[in-house]
């Protein structure tokens, strides 16, 4: 595979949160010229190379100057649905290509097809891509390790006992950074165009494994004790929208009595194994640890 328009940069849409960070810095460090558009400049923090241009997803009339001048757009969605025709229009008048972060929506296990919200909004986005003559690409993340952060975090850090939902739900956690890594391949290569990517950790693990994982990892023994789903609507609810409880308790209870979903693609892409959920965990151990 050869490089594709490397002197043009590429538009980080989505570059403030954990996996558009991550393709930007990833993108920077391999000397690719990289933009992002953000709708607050000057309260981000990015390396001196990278292009950092005013925009916002709902506001079209941003959207041309920082498409300007741009061959490929990485896109995370963090509008409203109502945005989708408009800023995917401006994208195709500007643009060659698009690799979008979607979700493993077409994946044929039950942790993934439920119904919720986030599903249809990925749905129309990924239609509307299809129909605007753009080059694209998506990748298809299953559970992200980082969410154990918001998950098991805050109990972790105060005390020893976690209290969860569906313990034995297998999952197979991805590290965001193999995510950007992916991301960063994928832009800089030609090949991958119509290419759906399904991107997983490399092993099969349980909520209690995870947490036991992050026990270990920290030298902290843990007593994990399991909550019925109408305990875990009262208790995640104080921190986590109604909506996003009821799609994890869904996914959750679907996934019980099955391995997890596992592909091998961050290797075959990369060259590299996707790290494993204890790396992740041990590389991000001071998250679980309580503050002086």
């Not at 393709?23 to 933009?35: C, D, E, K, N, T």
């Not at 990278?50 to 709902?58: F, K, M, S």
């Not at 969605?77 to 290509?97: E, F, G, I």
């Not at 399904?198 to 399991?226: D, Y």
Request: hydrophobic share 45%.
């Amino acid at each position: 595979m050869t490089a594709a328009n490397a002197t043009k940069p590429t538009l980080v849409v989505g570059a403030t949160g954990n996996i558009g960070r991550q393709v930007v810095f990833q993108l920077a460090a391999i000397g690719a010229p990289v933009r992002v558009m953000a709708r607050n400049p000057d309260s981000n923090e990015f390396p001196p190379v990278v292009e950092i241009v005013q925009g916002d997803l709902t506001l079209p009339e941003t959207l041309d100057r920082c498409l300007s001048g741009i061959d490929t757009v990485f896109l995370v969605w963090t509008a409203p649905q109502a945005a989708v025709n408009d800023a995917v229009k401006l994208m195709a008048k500007h643009s060659r290509r698009i690799v979008f972060l979607s979700a493993p929506i077409k994946t044929p296990h039950p942790f993934f097809q439920q119904p919720n919200a986030n599903r249809v909004l990925m749905e129309k986005i990924e239609q509307r891509i299809e129909s605007s003559g753009l080059e694209w690409t998506f990748l298809r993340p299953g559970m992200l390790a980082m969410n154990s952060r918001h998950f098991w975090g805050p109990q972790i850090r105060s005390g020893s006992l976690v209290r969860w939902p569906y313990l034995s739900a297998p999952t197979a956690p991805i590290d965001e950074r193999d995510i950007g890594a992916v991301a960063v391949r994928v832009l800089s290569e030609s090949g991958h165009g119509a290419m759906e990517y399904v991107l997983t950790g490399p092993e099969s693990l349980s909520q209690s494994e995870q947490v036991a994982t992050i026990g270990r990892v920290i030298g902290k023994a843990l007593q994990i004790e399991e909550i019925t789903p109408d305990e875990a609507r009262v208790e995640l609810g104080a921190t986590m929208p109604a909506a996003v409880v009821n799609m994890l308790l869904d996914a959750w209870a679907a996934a019980i009595g099955q391995a997890a979903f596992i592909t091998t693609t961050v290797e075959q892409i990369t060259g590299n194994p996707a790290r494993t959920f204890g790396e992740w965990a041990t590389d991000n151990a001071s998250e679980f640890l309580a503050g002086d």
